[in-house]
């Protein structure tokens, strides 16, 4: 082997050492630190929205909190949201994600997933119920609104060549649609249909089978997944599934039951 070959292979192992011993001190950062910044939602109600106090409650905070808590140290809630929620885990603005956030393989470029996942949702669309829409087909060459930086506004291009138009959060979506700027709004089923319910959308529905299943993981920084802190954030969310904590957790903001859950649910029990 060259000189010149031996340097740079040594290089590179002291820089690979460098990021892995940066990774490392995460968790012991945050206990040093005391506290625990999660990036959460605020607009994706139940499971992250505001409180009339403006305080951030929901499913996702509850685990947030949770998380601290194993962690015996003090929660810092980060509001996040799907244009940005990557970008202030990147820049150290956050310790991590619960922000439901998809384990994409795009996603997967630039941070880490831990698995397994917390939860499952798949896609949908709130839509006028004078639309009469009977099938994904039908929404071919028509403009829909959905959320910038979620991931329902390429899926429904790409797959049923819809044009998506990205609207900051999900309250902006919903007021297009009210205003008629879109034939629906694209997300999570979960959440439209439990929107569907509430009174001021007495005149719309969530029409079509739920497709593309996708699956929440929390995010943390590229490389920390098989660190102690990623790894501990893992064995959390085995016991989560294990305990029935998301079970109840699901129960308690009143969201439809959860297959996956209860397939996770008897995977991990004891």
Request: glycine share 8%; charged share 25%.
């Amino acid at each position: 082997m060259s000189r010149r070959a031996l340097t740079l292979g040594l290089s590179a192992i002291a820089v690979g050492a460098l990021t892995l011993s940066a990774h490392a001190e995460t968790l012991d950062a945050v206990k040093k630190k005391g506290v625990l910044s999660v990036g959460v939602k605020a607009d994706s109600r139940p499971w992250g929205y505001l409180d009339p106090q403006g305080q951030p409650i929901g499913m996702e905070i509850d685990l947030a909190k949770n998380v601290a808590d194993r962690l015996g140290v003090k929660f810092e809630a980060v509001i996040v949201q799907s244009s940005n929620r990557i970008q202030f885990l990147e820049q150290g603005r956050v310790d991590m994600l619960i922000a439901t956030m998809y384990d994409t393989p795009e996603r997967r470029r630039v941070i880490d997933m831990v698995q397994p996942h917390y939860y499952s949702a798949a896609t949908n669309i709130l839509a006028p119920k004078s639309a009469n829409l009977k099938s994904w087909e039908e929404l071919r060459g028509k403009k829909v609104c959905g959320q910038q930086g979620s991931v329902y506004n390429k899926w429904i291009e790409r797959t049923y060549g819809a044009s998506a138009m990205s609207l900051p959060t999900i309250e902006e979506g919903y007021a297009a649609l009210r205003a008629g700027n879109c034939v629906g709004f694209v997300y999570n089923d979960l959440l439209l249909e439990m929107a569907a319910e509430q009174p001021i959308w007495a005149g719309y529905t969530v029409p079509l089978k739920s497709e593309d299943r996708q699956y929440h993981s929390i995010g943390v920084r590229k490389g920390e997944a098989e660190t102690p802190f990623g790894k501990k954030l893992s064995e959390i969310v085995i016991d989560w599934h294990r305990t029935g904590y998301l079970k109840e957790l699901n129960k308690k903001w009143g969201i439809p039951a959860n297959e996956y859950l209860e397939e996770a649910a008897k995977k991990y029990a004891r």
